[in-house]
């Protein structure tokens, strides 16, 4: 059974930074494609960033590029995105996702079950 846990979110003040953790397991795959996505209250799921195991190669969403960044440690099976500045609309629940294509443009089957990021004073 396939595993995806998200960790590490909590209150920041704006302007401060802040690294979540996802943590997947349970895939029989070589490569994978894990993406960063994140719901505000009543908006849509946005994508935030992905990053391919192949080769490490990232794909950002291009307003959020620069203070966000994704990283991989691909011997602990564990994903990164480290954030940066933060905003009060940047609250929202951060969704870590799972492909098992070898890039970022393949469908994401498998989610976790999201951490609540807040900005807030």
């Known amino acids: 059974e396939v595993h995806i846990v998200e960790s590490g979110g909590g209150l920041v003040q704006p302007g401060g930074s802040l690294r979540i953790s996802c943590r997947y397991s349970?895939?029989?795959?070589?490569?994978?494609?894990i993406g960063w996505f994140r719901q505000g209250p009543g908006s849509e799921r946005k994508a935030i960033a992905c990053?391919?195991?192949?080769?490490?190669?990232?794909k950002y969403t291009e307003a959020l590029k620069g203070r966000f960044t994704i990283s991989s440690d691909g011997a602990k099976n564990t994903v990164y995105l480290a954030m940066n500045d933060l905003r009060p609309d940047d609250t929202a629940v951060y969704y870590c996702?799972?492909?098992?294509?070898?890039?970022?443009?393949?469908?994401?089957?498998?989610w976790g079950q999201g951490t609540q990021v807040t900005v807030s004073s």
């Open positions: 996702a799972v492909n098992e294509g070898s890039t970022c443009l393949q469908r994401f089957a498998y």
């Open positions: 349970g895939f029989s795959g070589e490569h994978y494609a």
């Open positions: 990053i391919s195991t192949t080769d490490d190669s990232t």
